[in-house]
Nanobody, 123 residues
Framework: VQLQASGGGLVQAGGSLRLSCAAS????????MGWFRQAPGKEREFVAG????????YYADSVKGRFTISRDNAKIAVYLQMNSLKPEDTAVYYC?????????????????WGQGTQVTVSS
């Protein structure tokens, strides 16, 4: 599965952005998808994940109620709607995938990665 992330940019605090991740590969519906982010000097951290078949979603506590992950298996894409953005959300955001049914919060569990897209939130 090849992944291509897009949609990052510069936004003021309180604003919104929608990230997209286009995937290629005929087994996309059986792939768990996740979004991770990495700020300068920090480890890559889990943001949100979504199951392949049942579409169950999981979020980091820091983004619950503000971010929404979704997927469109027909379009072979996954999205991250980010609302009420804060300066601490500034990071490079990566989409990731792994075969199976379990959403893991550890980035080492994911074998498919997009190239990352920069999100900068100004105060």
């Amino acid at each position: 599965v090849q992944l291509q992330a897009s949609g990052g940019g510069l936004v003021q605090a309180g604003g919104s952005l929608r990230l997209s991740c286009a995937a290629s590969g005929r087994t996309f519906s059986s792939v768990v998808m996740g979004w991770f982010r990495q700020a300068p000097g920090k480890e890559r951290e889990f943001v949100a994940g979504i199951g392949g078949s049942d579409g169950s979603t999981y979020y980091a506590d820091s983004v619950k109620g503000r971010f929404t992950i979704s997927r469109d298996n027909a379009k072979i894409a996954v999205y991250l709607q980010m609302n009420s953005l804060k300066p601490e959300d500034t990071a490079v955001y990566y989409c990731a995938g792994r075969p199976g049914t379990t959403v893991h919060t550890t980035f080492t569990k994911y074998g498919y990665w997009g190239q990352g897209t920069q999100v900068t939130v100004s105060s």
